[in-house]
């Protein structure tokens, strides 16, 4: 089923900060629970993480309330990130079918910057981002193969 949900970018306290919410809102980390970057696959000539980063948060979803999903991550500025407000937020589309993804980042891309073309991703996904042309970023995340 296709669902939207809120993305959230923090330098360096993804943990501390979902931990608060999970105090606020209750329930389980959902999603596999804590992803974090330790357990990425490098790819082919990709440098390996640094060993303070090892631990930080990769991927981690948190339900509130109406089904909503709150999902974060840890961007620190050693992995080449600067956090900022206006950039710490993405709405995150999962489609339900790789064409429509394609047509809504199609759609939003226009007049905007493709940050991450769509591609297969290690996860098992269909995964891009584009920030539109009034600056809100988009992620598409689509399970369909």
Aim: charged residues 20%; proline residues 5%.
């Amino acid at each position: 089923m296709a669902r939207t949900n809120t993305y959230l970018n923090f330098p360096r306290n993804t943990e501390e900060a979902f931990s608060f919410y999970k105090s606020v809102f209750g329930g389980e980390f959902s999603g596999g629970g804590i992803g974090r970057f330790k357990d990425v696959p490098l790819a082919d000539g990709m440098p390996p993480f640094a060993e303070e980063d090892k631990n930080l948060i990769m991927h981690i979803e948190l339900p509130i309330v109406g089904g909503h999903i709150l999902m974060g991550t840890d961007a620190p500025e050693s992995m080449g990130f600067k956090v900022n407000f206006g950039n710490n937020v993405h709405i995150s589309l999962e489609p339900d079918t790789r064409a429509e993804t394609k047509k809504l980042f199609n759609a939003l891309s226009v007049g905007g910057k493709v940050t991450m073309e769509l591609q297969d991703m290690f996860w098992g996904a269909y995964y891009g981002s584009c920030t539109d042309k009034f600056g809100v970023q988009w992620m598409f995340n689509c399970t369909e193969k």
